[in-house]
């Protein structure tokens, strides 16, 4: 075996009521004017950190939403330096953990993460930001959180129909990387151990949000499969999520819950090694088909359709998924990525088969 492995420096404090840690983490770090970011929905959370930290926080910018548009990452830029804040601390999803990365890429602020969700951007030196309707993503160091507190209590009130498909785009970070044409062996322990950890505790959290071992278990399931996605690769599952979520503004995570399945049909004849450990830890025979099945436990929202695509599109979302060069294990062309889009909008299972 050859492989070559670079860690990225991540600092992770997990546990139950972990976020009562924060004020004393930032003492340690020597940061005292903290910009507390939320989305307007977790205003709340955001109210309970800035009440934690007390004097330590300058102030709470609201205000982040999907896909950060550059509109709200000048906003907070503004805010940040009235307010001459030396940090910003996410309470969030990967919306608002984007927000904290784009002011760290453009403004050098040093940024803590507190995730609420199962995005696992924290865990990933990937920013992206959103302008004249089109994302640009890049990899940097600099984005990195600082340090990240994953309170899995915090995540009690996430509502079963975010947390099923949340936990797909997860794993979906994790199954890219297990099934990569150069697998590498540590990055595959931590994206099969994620796999395990979601596949597991997914269906309980979706139908009994309030159990706090299996919101403990899918969180830390999450930091893994980002772990995975920090160190590793995208491929062709990336592409077809950003394709759609960028031009045609489907629901990030919805998206990635969707496509799955398709995308890993799409390489498991190149990769059967790694396509077999991805079904061994869903506990499955066969990887597409459990993570259709999966989906189908965990979401009501199954196929493209849902999330706003109208038929006529497909041939667009192909010409554009398809215009650049895409790292991928198969060859990518744009009759079979039709042909994939055209299986999801209608929701017909992997090639057309229907489960
Ligand atoms: P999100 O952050 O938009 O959250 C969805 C909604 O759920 C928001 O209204 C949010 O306030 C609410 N919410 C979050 N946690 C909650 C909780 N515990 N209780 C109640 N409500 C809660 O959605 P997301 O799927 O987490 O993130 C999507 C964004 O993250 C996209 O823009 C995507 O591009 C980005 N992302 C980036 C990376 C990366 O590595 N850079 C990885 C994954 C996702």
Not at 24 to 34: W, Y
Not at 196 to 215: E, F, H, I, W
Not at 257 to 272: C, H, R
Not at 307 to 324: F, M, N, P, S, Y
Request: glycine fraction near 8%.
């Amino acid at each position: 075996m050859e492989f070559e492995f670079e860690a990225l420096p991540w600092q992770i404090i997990f546990g139950n009521g972990a976020l009562k840690r924060l004020p004393s983490e930032l003492d340690k770090h020597g940061l005292s004017r903290a910009l507390v970011l939320s989305t307007l929905e977790q205003r709340h959370h955001a109210d309970i950190v800035a009440d934690l930290i007390e004097q330590r926080c300058a102030g709470i910018f609201d205000q982040a939403v999907m896909h950060v548009p550059i509109e709200t990452v000048s906003a907070a830029q503004v805010v940040a330096k009235s307010l001459d804040v030396d940090c910003t601390v996410s309470i969030g999803g990967g919306s608002t953990t984007g927000l904290g990365k784009a002011l760290a890429l453009k403004s050098d602020l040093p940024n803590i993460a507190i995730p609420t969700t199962y995005a696992g951007s924290e865990m990933t030196n990937v920013w992206g930001i959103t302008q004249d309707g089109r994302k640009t993503t890049g990899r940097d160091h600099k984005v990195l959180p600082t340090f990240t507190i994953y309170d899995p209590e915090l995540t009690l009130q996430l509502p079963a129909f975010i947390s099923g498909p949340s936990g797909i785009n997860a794993m979906a970070q994790a199954v890219v990387n297990a099934t990569s044409p150069r697998p590498n062996p540590i990055i595959s322990a931590l994206a099969l151990d994620g796999i395990r950890a979601l596949a597991t505790s997914l269906p309980t959290v979706v139908k009994q949000p309030n159990n706090l071992d299996a919101r403990n278990q899918a969180l830390h399931g999450a930091c893994l499969c980002g772990a995975a996605l920090g160190a590793g690769i995208t491929s062709l599952h990336h592409r077809l999520c950003h394709t759609l979520g960028g031009s045609f503004n489907t629901s990030h995570a919805d998206t990635h819950a969707i496509l799955l399945a398709y995308s890993v049909e799409y390489n498991q004849a190149a990769v059967p090694a790694g396509t077999q450990r991805v079904a061994e830890a869903l506990g499955v025979k066969d990887a597409a088909r459990g993570i259709f099945d999966l989906l189908h436990k965990v979401s009501d929202k199954t196929n493209l359709q849902q999330l706003g695509l109208k038929e006529g599109d497909l041939d667009k979302a192909a010409d554009i998924a398809t215009e650049k060069a895409c790292n991928n294990a198969v060859e990518v062309t744009r009759d079979k990525v039709r042909e994939l889009f055209f299986n999801a909008y209608h929701g017909n299972g992997p090639g057309g088969r229907k489960f």
